[in-house]
């Protein structure tokens, strides 16, 4: 009999890290086409104590080599739900992730745990939304940084603790060799986020999914932070799925836009088209709400009403109850995604007509549809007489 051979964790470690090399090459390899990543009708729903609730329903997009794709929506839109689906790191117990996730190619979905752990990093990065909660509170930055490089074969812990320094430079922080030997609390808000974007950048992705990048970043920080993502992607030819609710980042970032509401891609285009003439009802209401010069003195403009709960969410088109284009039909019928030329998609039953200049209906028309009266105004009080 042949003496029993022991594996050290030193092999175990080596074994594992070429097997997620492997795993990201042959991913390289199998892409046929210059689209990174290529979603087509992703479902996702959870299973709750009142039963199975869908909260993502057939979305559909595709980011390609060195492009910016924003996902812009309010809060509660699935834009979050969606791009950790796409990555993985829904609890398989309680998410039902349904469609069809390909990355370079490959088909994500389905694949076991331990598979995506090796695609995760070396192949695609997320950049969470809050870096303080992100990052590991006991361990110093330039550690954090060294482990991407280790855990995806980029060196030892020697030379990927160096590294780990150069990759805080490449994001601009300031002193990064002192930088690297302090801990996530150590560091300013801005500081924290270049750190991530340095992190995700180790690993060398081919796409890095950015949620809310710039949350509770002031305006100059968050100008330096978005213009050194879009740069370094760039640069690297990485491609970049950026989501956020702020349309002033979309306009200084993205390439293309898709609009998600309730679940639901509801417009998707060229970011300077759609931003310049939306032509979904919901696109025009977010676009109207950015202030802007040219309204100065007119107050600011709102969308009536709230998203509503994926548990409740209305028939026929889910924004007629706050839409103010809305007719009969919007409450009884579900309006589809519809090409409408120039690399633009629009999912409104009204899309012509609102092209062509139609105007908003009637109070008394969207009440008749479900939909949301304008709010009246509380009377004045009257001083009381002295």
């Known amino acids: 009999m042949s003496p029993r051979t022991t594996r050290t964790p030193r092999a175990a470690s080596r074994t594992a890290a070429v097997s997620r090399t492997a795993a990201v090459s042959r991913a390289k390899a199998t892409g046929r086409n210059k689209n990174v990543v290529e979603v087509t009708n992703l479902n996702v729903s959870f299973r709750t104590a ?14 390609a080599k060195g492009e910016c794709l924003a996902v812009v929506g309010e809060s509660g839109s699935g834009k979050s739900v969606s791009a950790l689906a796409t990555i993985g790191l829904l609890a398989k117990n309680q998410a039902i992730v349904e469609g069809s996730v390909k990355f370079l190619g490959e088909e994500l979905l389905g694949k076991p745990e331990s598979y995506m752990r090796k695609i995760r990093g ?15 509170p006991v361990t110093t930055i330039g550690e954090q940084i060294a482990e ?4 995806h074969d980029r060196g030892n812990w020697k030379t990927a603790n160096a ?15 002192r930088r690297a030997k302090q801990y996530p609390h150590e560091l300013s ?5 270049r750190a991530m974007i340095a992190m995700a950048l180790a690993g060398e992705p081919e796409l890095i999914i950015a949620d809310e990048p710039t949350t509770a970043l002031d305006v100059t920080i968050q100008a330096q932070v978005l213009d050194l993502l879009r740069r370094t992607t760039r640069e ?16 200084e970032t993205a390439d293309r836009v ?25 696109a025009i209401d977010l676009v109207s709400s950015i202030p802007s010069y040219e309204r100065r003195g007119k107050g600011l403009s709102t969308i009536s009403g709230n998203v509503p709960s994926p548990a409740h969410f209305p028939t026929g088109c889910r924004f007629h109850p706050r839409c103010r284009f809305a007719v009969a039909a919007c409450a009884k019928t579900m309006p589809q995604l519809e090409s409408t030329g120039g690399g633009r998609a629009v999912r409104c039953l009204r899309a012509d007509e609102i092209a062509r200049g139609a105007r908003p209906t009637s109070t008394a028309k969207r009440a008749a549809a479900g ?16």
């Open 163 to 177: 590294k780990a320094i150069e990759y805080l430079e490449q994001v601009e922080i300031a002193q990064p060799a």
């Open 236 to 251: 690297r030819g990485t491609a970049l799925l950026l989501i956020t609710h702020d349309l002033g980042v979309v306009a």
């Open 189 to 193: 808000g801005g500081m924290r986020q």
């Open 50 to 63: 009142t039963g199975v609730i869908k909260v993502v329903e057939n979305v559909s997009f595709s980011v």
């Open 148 to 151: 991407v490089l280790v855990a």
């Open 371 to 386: 939909g949301a009266k304008r709010p009246v105004k509380a009377p004045a009080k009257r001083k009381a007489a002295r």
């Open 258 to 282: 898709a609009v998600m509401y309730a679940g639901q891609i509801v417009e998707e285009g060229p970011a300077a088209t759609l931003l310049r003439k939306p032509a979904s009802p919901y």
């Open 122 to 136: 070396g192949g695609i990065s997320m950049i969470f939304q809050e870096p303080l909660s992100a990052l590991n």
